[in-house]
């Protein structure tokens, strides 16, 4: 999931965020109060990227959780991913749905959680770009 962040959108999604996010003002004003470039980023640009990058992670994980083509090809079905393992319960000639809807919610499960997890950094997100002024 990490490397898997360093994408064109996650890259193009931190700029945009930040761009608007972090003014350059606040860093100047962390110049002139003396702080270095390290402590102005722990400090001041780190706080204003945790929403975007929250969401970051959770599109990440929810893309790589959700990843049916890459790991059938590589995988197969000695050892799959629940997507993958979801697509082997099913059979030509009968599908016994109610253990693929377990199964469905086997996987749906951990993505719920992260949702729920994420969803503070997400409203702090939506809160912070509706602060007028």
Do not use: C
Not at 9 to 20: A, H, K
Not at 59 to 80: D, H, K, R
Not at 104 to 124: D, E, K, N, Q, S
Request: glycine share 6%; hydrophobic share 60%.
């Amino acid at each position: 999931i990490v490397p898997a962040m360093v994408t064109a959108f996650g890259v193009f999604w931190m700029t945009q965020y930040l761009e608007s996010a972090l003014p350059y003002e606040l860093i100047e004003a962390a110049r002139v109060d003396g702080a270095t470039m390290i402590r102005t980023f722990w400090h001041i640009a780190m706080p204003a990227a945790r929403p975007a990058a929250a969401m970051l992670a959770l599109f990440t994980f929810v893309g790589s959780w959700t990843n049916f083509f890459w790991p059938f090809i590589v995988l197969g079905s000695a050892n799959p991913t629940l997507p993958v393992a979801l697509q082997l319960l099913q059979a030509s000639y009968f599908k016994d749905y109610s253990l693929i809807m377990a199964g469905v919610v086997a996987a749906t499960i951990p993505l719920i959680l992260l949702f729920a997890l994420a969803g503070r950094h997400l409203v702090a997100g939506i809160m912070q770009g509706a602060v007028k002024g």
